[in-house]
């Protein structure tokens, strides 16, 4: 079973990015939308980590174009729509809320 992971909180406010990623297993995925896009700003520790995680990793196009974060090669921007056939691709979502 496979769950996507939803985070839109700033990983700077709060643990919530580190606790996703203890639990997050290798057929899962990961989406960043809302301030969780933040962990994309280079140079930043979420950004080292997630380079190196190997993760499934989508943003929302909308959230990064919004607050002009460039969108790394090992992530890949989504619309809602493509945000819609990936809740439905997974088992299950869990939005940390």
């Given amino acids: 079973m496979s769950t996507l992971h939803v985070l839109s909180h700033s ?3 709060d643990d919530r990015l580190s606790s996703c990623l203890r639990v997050i297993g290798a057929s ?3 989406l960043l939308s809302g301030d969780a896009v933040y962990a994309l700003q280079p140079g930043t520790a979420p950004f080292s ?3 190196t995680r190997g993760l499934q ?3 929302l196009a909308e959230d990064v174009q919004a607050r002009s974060i460039d969108i790394p090669d090992w992530a ?3 619309d809602y729509p493509a945000f819609v056939e990936l809740s439905i691709y997974h088992d299950k ?3 940390w809320l």
């Fill in 11 to 13: 990983p700077f406010g």
């Fill in 49 to 51: 980590t997630l380079s």
């Fill in 28 to 30: 899962d995925a990961l």
């Fill in 76 to 78: 890949k921007a989504i």
């Fill in 57 to 59: 990793l989508f943003v």
């Fill in 93 to 95: 979502v869990n939005s």
